[in-house]
């Protein structure tokens, strides 16, 4: 069966996407290729870093991304040359936008997914740390990009916190991989 999520959350303005960003978010179980990753300099930022067990910085890094689904949506698992990082994604409901939620360890992200003929951004409109929902002036801001450049699908990651700056990022290209399959579930 193939993915579904992102064509749950945008419905019929997902077919406006590229078709290698449809193709990955549909038909990818597995996908490779390679990364920058960034952290931002403060001690802060490296503290928040090695709290939320982020990948350390480094250049051309192999990753590997797999899709698994779960109970409401599916779980991404990015190893940066084998070291994981994993956050869940699952449609919002009942807001006045194309909703995704994004859970990484105790931090939930409300994120706008907003769909073009460019590809997608992701935007975070409301985070909460457990129950509590954190004041905008204090949240921290992930910002995701999905692009067709020459062909290939191309990622990029920020996450800034305010008063800290940036925090966390990355930026690379992947391709599938492994496929799902018609006789298993996505």
């Known amino acids: 069966m193939p993915r579904n999520l992102y064509q749950t959350i945008l419905g ?4 406006q996407v ?20 960034t952290r931002g300099r403060s001690p802060v930022a490296n ?37 994981p990082f994993e956050t869940d994604m699952m449609a919002g409901k009942g807001e006045p936008f194309p909703c995704m939620l994004e859970r990484l360890g105790p931090f939930l992200f409300k994120m706008r997914v907003t769909a073009s003929p460019t590809g997608l951004d992701l935007s975070p409109e409301f985070v909460f740390l457990g129950p509590v929902k954190i004041p ?6 992930a910002i995701g990009r ?24 990355y930026e690379g290209s992947i391709e599938p991989s492994e496929f799902v399959s018609d006789n298993e579930p996505a």
Not at 12 to 15: G, I, P, R, V
Not at 148 to 167: A, Q, T, W
């Open 136 to 141: 905008s002036f204090l949240a921290p801001k």
């Open 47 to 83: 503290l928040i870093c090695c709290l939320a067990s982020l990948p350390m910085a480094r250049e051309n890094v192999q990753i590997e991304t797999s899709f698994v689904e779960i109970d409401g949506g599916e779980r991404w698992t990015r190893r940066f040359d084998g070291q």
């Open 12 to 15: 019929q303005s997902f077919e």
């Open 146 to 169: 999905e692009r067709v450049v020459d062909g290939r699908y191309r990622f990029s990651v920020n996450v800034s916190f305010p008063l800290i700056g940036k925090v966390f990022g």
């Open 18 to 37: 590229p078709i290698q960003i449809r193709d990955m978010h549909t038909f990818a179980r597995r996908a490779i290729g390679t990364a920058n990753v």
